[in-house]
């Protein structure tokens, strides 16, 4: 995710190298640094089935074994999680449904999609906290804000602006001030737990400053599958390269500088 060093290095796709999908996670190696960076796709955190449907179950005590099989060797570790959570899913906890997110279900309990995004974060970082010998740095992105007007995503929701909102047209509010409040106090909490376990968490903010940029996104490029071909959506969600997520990696960089002395305590680094 260190993506700066790709402009003074060359890296080498070292994917296909490991048995895991080299679609879904993703390995580059700089020999110049001895570094190498892994992307692992896991848009809950959490273990989830049938995502590819119109409900997806998330058993939201159980973190994906995808990346946390990973990590414990790892340096710096940088966490992310949001619009996926915006999907009807049934939650499961104990192997039981305690509820679900617009599941349109007389029987099960609507709690919104704040209680998964509050319990898949929390699994998240705790599983992090327990697991035994890792020492490295971690970092939580917070939630980046889809940009769709007018109506909805799938309704012919556009995000035509040409350039960034002012403070005056732009308030950080609503659902997407409390989806970032969540991820927030989950961090916070394990932000605590980690200090006494000799553990760095830190937060890399960057929700009010991306929900400014409503004119960063590839606009009418087609996102998304559908069964009939002639249907196209805007994509709202993802964003333009080089474009304004380049900010994270100066953020990055920044708060990196920041712990040298906690990096150089890192027995790889001594």
């Not at 796709?41 to 005590?61: C, E, G, I, K, Q």
């Not at 990973?70 to 009807?88: K, L, M, T």
């Not at 970082?125 to 890792?134: P, S």
């Not at 989806?179 to 394990?190: D, P, S």
């Amino acid at each position: 995710m260190i993506y700066s060093l790709f402009q003074v290095a060359s890296p080498e796709d070292i994917s296909s190298r490991y048995a895991t999908d080299p679609i879904y996670f993703r390995r580059w190696f700089f020999a110049d640094y001895n570094f190498t960076v892994v992307t692992l796709w896991s848009p809950f955190l959490v273990r989830a089935s049938d995502f590819h449907t119109n409900l997806t179950n998330l058993y939201l005590d159980k973190a994906e074994e995808s990346w946390t099989g990973e990590v414990v060797n790892f340096d710096f570790v940088i966490i992310s999680a949001g619009q996926w959570f915006f999907r009807p899913a049934l939650f499961y906890e104990k192997g039981q449904i305690v509820g679900c997110h617009k599941c349109e279900k007389s029987n099960i309990i609507d709690l919104t999609h704040y209680y998964g995004y509050r319990k898949a974060f929390r699994t998240a970082l705790r599983t992090i906290l327990n697991l035994k010998g890792y020492k490295g740095l971690t970092f939580l992105r917070t939630f980046s804000p889809a940009h769709f007007e007018n109506v909805e995503w799938n309704k012919g929701g556009s995000c035509e602006r040409t350039k960034p909102y002012s403070k005056e047209e732009m308030k950080f509010d609503g659902f997407i001030f409390e989806t970032y409040k969540v991820q927030v106090e989950e961090f916070r909490a394990a932000k605590k737990k980690a200090r006494k376990r000799g553990l760095k968490f830190l937060l890399m903010n960057t929700t009010e400053i991306m929900l400014r940029r409503p004119d960063g996104h590839p606009n009418n490029h087609v996102w998304g599958h559908t069964m009939n071909l002639t249907v196209k959506y805007n994509d709202c969600v993802h964003w333009c390269l080089p474009g304004p997520i380049d900010t994270w990696n100066e953020f990055l960089f920044y708060m990196l500088k920041s712990q040298k002395s906690f990096i150089s305590s890192l027995q790889r680094f001594v």
